[in-house]
């Protein structure tokens, strides 16, 4: 094999690891089939993704000690190896006991995958072409996170009795996948990062939030992550409680939520090139307020989509653009700054489960409030966007 096929081998190696990267998203769709299965409370049931995204908060960091320790490709390896046992374990156990065990492994799992799966492209691609390969990373993940709903509806109507799954042969499909991107980076040669000083993690990273600016992009992605975790756990719920359909019939909200950002996404890729990112960033949170507002009066399926998709396509690319921005404003700090922002992340557990509480206690336009809240920080971001990143001249 010469070495440019050698090269298209390992980026499809790590291509697998996104994919299953973007199993964490299936807690959304798997949490509304479980709560119907078990007969839960929607706070209960939203407790399932916040088991999930809580551990960003916790293990971001101790993967950053362990990557110095073992290494990039091991630290992915052990990841994938941790994440199959949580899809393993519903398809023998369904109490929601097991479940929980389940969650909490996959967030685990998925933490210490995003912090090593993404610096790992490193180790084989030129910093002149990272930004590419990182983006289309990005699309094979959110390509992962689409198809689950549909994985979940075709189980719950067709494989009733294929080992009776269900819906749970959801977490077949992707333990099968893990096992496959597993095979596959085992047999790639990665070489071994060199170490160095300002690679080095530890908890004194949690400093940089005494910088206002910092703190500020923090919050940011932790209302970007929540809205994003709490439209996915929201949309067939809105569904059924405004159009009184079964849950098999409003899971393609979940997927059109992700085409939707599938395809923002993209878009944005080539828009925000030609753009000022402070345009950019306006015309997305405009997109939030009108999509999440939209939730409050839409009563037709049609409408109903359409503000879900609108949400999707706003919040397809505010990740990246707050973050790049920081690091723009502080670049010897890059890589402390990264390992903030994916810690920020756990805003994915909080918004699902205030949003479970509202639901049980006030009602659905209280649990949309919860989002719209979200909304409202990153709109105030917006006010902040020009002087605190100084866009003024940046595009």
Not at 16 to 34: D, K
Not at 72 to 92: D, E, Q
Not at 98 to 105: L, N, T
Request: proline share 3%.
């Amino acid at each position: 094999m010469n070495e440019k096929s050698y090269f298209r081998y390992q980026v499809i190696s790590i291509m697998f690891c996104f994919f299953v990267m973007g199993s964490i998203e299936m807690v959304g769709i798997a949490s509304n089939y479980i709560k119907v299965s078990l007969n839960l409370s929607d706070t209960k049931a939203n407790i399932l993704p916040s088991l999930v995204y809580i551990w960003f908060l916790v293990c971001t960091i101790p993967t950053g000690v362990l990557m110095n320790k073992i290494g990039r490709k091991n630290t992915v390896l052990f990841s994938m190896c941790v994440l199959a046992l949580s899809t393993v374990i519903p398809l023998f156990e369904t109490s929601y006991i097991y479940m929980v065990i389940s969650f909490v492994i996959l967030g685990i799992s998925n933490v210490c995958l995003q912090s090593s799966a993404y610096p790992l492209f490193s180790n084989i691609i030129t910093s002149e072409k990272l930004a590419f390969h990182l983006t289309f990373g990005e699309f094979v993940k959110t390509t992962s996170c689409f198809v689950a709903p549909y994985i979940a509806v075709f189980g719950a109507l067709y494989c009733k009795h294929f080992l009776n799954l269900g819906w749970r042969v959801l977490f077949l499909v992707y333990f099968g996948i893990v096992i496959i991107a597993t095979v596959l980076l085992l047999m790639t040669k990665i070489e071994r990062e060199s170490h160095n000083a300002d690679s080095t993690v530890s908890f004194s990273i949690m400093k940089l939030l005494k910088n206002p600016l910092i703190l500020l992009s923090f919050i940011g992605v932790m209302c970007h992550v929540g809205i994003d975790i709490g439209t996915n756990t929201l949309a067939p719920k809105l569904l059924i409680h405004k159009l009184h359909i079964p849950l098999e019939e409003a899971s393609f909200a979940s997927g059109l939520y992700f085409i939707a950002r599938l395809s923002g996404g993209l878009g944005w890729t080539f828009i925000i090139s030609r753009i000022k990112k402070q345009l950019f960033y306006y015309i997305s949170v405009l997109l939030l307020l009108i999509g999440v507002g939209g939730l409050y009066f839409a009563s037709t399926k049609l409408s109903l989509s359409i503000f879900i998709a609108i949400i999707g396509v706003g919040n397809a690319s505010l990740f990246p653009v707050i973050v790049s921005q920081a690091i723009v404003k502080y670049p010897d700090l890059k890589n402390k700054i990264s390992i903030l922002m994916i810690m920020g992340q756990f805003g994915g557990a909080i918004f699902p489960l205030l949003m479970g509480i509202a639901l049980d206690y006030t009602g659905m336009y209280s649990t949309i409030s919860v989002l719209m809240l979200g909304v409202i920080y990153l709109a105030f971001f917006s006010q902040q966007f020009s002087r605190v990143f100084n866009l003024s001249n940046s595009k």
